[in-house]
């Protein structure tokens, strides 16, 4: 890699940036696409180049980084593919694969080298200012190649793009990533959610006891709504039936509570001490 076009100056963006500005051997390009933003990475001096112009960021570019919301990728994409060098290789953060991948690959068929990728790194914060070169240290990216689709070249050079950021790599197709996602990474974020907002309906007054525990248990809700929201209605079906799941399992609780007796209270302390011990054994990314 020597050249590599990042378009989205988020925090994603920005942080690969920052990682990447601090090698030799490689010029990062950046494209926001308004002008106060593109003032506002040029002034942080993250990349050799920041432009508002997409043929001067990605023509002669034979990486291509798509940092933008998922909903904006196709468009995008349409925009840069008389850009793009047909060797070129082109990957994405995105937290949703499986629409990713169905609208991008017929569109950069022969066209380029693609293959979907998802960092699992972030922060409850947005935006080139909350950006980290080491963001992505010890994160496991995700790929998901496509079984006869994907080339072996795609899924060498996207491996040695994470793990030059210092990534762990693991591989799974877009629609087990979109499932196993809805479980780990955007179930989550509606549940800190809905505690909030629980608290919020039955006794706002609590919000000024609140501890580290609950503090910890919400970080995540403070994410950006309108990311989310797209991030949430991308997955909606894997979302929508891991939601289910908990609300099946919190009603299970729900009535041993009620029920008080010894029976439930051997169940409680079995789901608890279950938790305790998943919580326990987790690492870094995924277990």
């Known amino acids: 890699m020597k050249h590599i076009a990042i378009l989205g100056p988020g925090l994603l963006g920005g942080s690969v940036a920052l990682a990447l500005r601090e090698k030799e051997d490689v010029e990062v390009r950046l494209w926001a696409r308004r002008a106060d933003a593109v003032e506002q990475v040029r002034a942080l001096a993250v990349a050799h180049v920041v432009t508002p112009c997409l043929t001067e960021a990605v023509a002669g570019a034979d990486t291509v980084l798509l940092c933008v919301p998922v909903g904006a990728m196709e468009g995008l994409v349409r925009q840069i593919l008389p850009d793009l060098d047909p060797d070129a290789l082109v990957t994405d953060v995105g937290s949703v694969k499986e629409l990713v991948c169905r609208t991008l690959t017929p569109l950069l068929q022969g066209r380029a080298q693609f293959i979907g990728s998802h960092p699992m790194a972030g922060s409850e914060k947005a935006g080139i200012g909350a950006a980290r070169a080491d963001l992505f240290n010890e994160a496991v990216c995700i790929l998901t190649p496509e079984s006869g689709v994907t080339s072996p070249v795609a899924i060498e050079r996207a491996t040695a793009l994470w793990e030059r950021l210092g ?44 501890g580290t525990g609950f503090r910890d248990s919400t970080r995540i809700a403070a ?34 509570l009620e029920s008080g007796d010894a029976e439930a209270a051997v169940g409680i302390h079995e789901f608890l001490e279950t938790a305790k011990s998943r919580r326990e054994s987790l690492q870094s990314g995924l277990s």
């Open 167 to 210: 990534c762990r790599v693991r591989s799974l197709e877009p629609v087990l990533h979109d499932q196993i996602c809805a479980l780990i990474s955007h179930l989550p974020h509606l549940s800190a959610a809905a505690l909030v907002n629980t608290v919020d309906a039955v006794c706002p007054e609590a919000f000024g006891f609140c």
């Open 223 to 256: 994410g950006l709504p309108a990311m989310w929201t797209e991030i949430l209605l991308s997955n909606r079906h894997a979302v929508a039936e891991s939601l289910r799941r908990l609300i099946s399992i919190l009603d299970k609780s729900a009535r041993q």
